[in-house]
């Protein structure tokens, strides 16, 4: 069973960077794709940015040339380095991966950026 477990969420300052990790090690086939997205408080979750197995990426546009998100080789590991942080990005950021056509969640990990 696939299992979420993010972590590198915490408060900085605006400007400054963070790393998020999400890691699944309970599952031996590979998940595609894997994904980070963020939900502010009453409103839905939306994408931040998404990894294909092949390298294709895809990103929120509002992130686009400041987050970057990438995955160790063909592991069920992604980051996501967030650079230029805005008091904006402050929400709560969730891993995301698809595995024989099943949606899984982390439990999600704070991101504050302080002004």
């Known amino acids: 069973q696939v299992q979420l477990v993010e972590s590198g969420g915490g408060l900085v300052e605006a400007g400054a960077s963070l790393r998020l990790s999400c890691a699944d090690s309970k599952t031996p086939f590979t998940i595609n794709p894997m994904a980070w997205y963020r939900q502010a408080p009453g409103k839905q979750r939306e994408l931040v940015a998404a990894f294909y197995l092949g390298g294709t990426t895809k990103y929120e546009d509002s992130v686009q040339g400041r987050f970057t998100i990438s995955r160790d080789g063909a592991k069920n590991t992604v980051f996501l380095q967030m650079s230029s942080l805005k008091p904006d990005d402050t929400v709560v950021y969730y891993c995301?991966?698809?595995?024989?056509?099943?949606?899984?969640w982390g439990q999600g990990t704070q991101v504050t950026v302080s002004s």
């Open positions: 995301n991966g698809i595995w024989h056509g099943n949606t899984y």
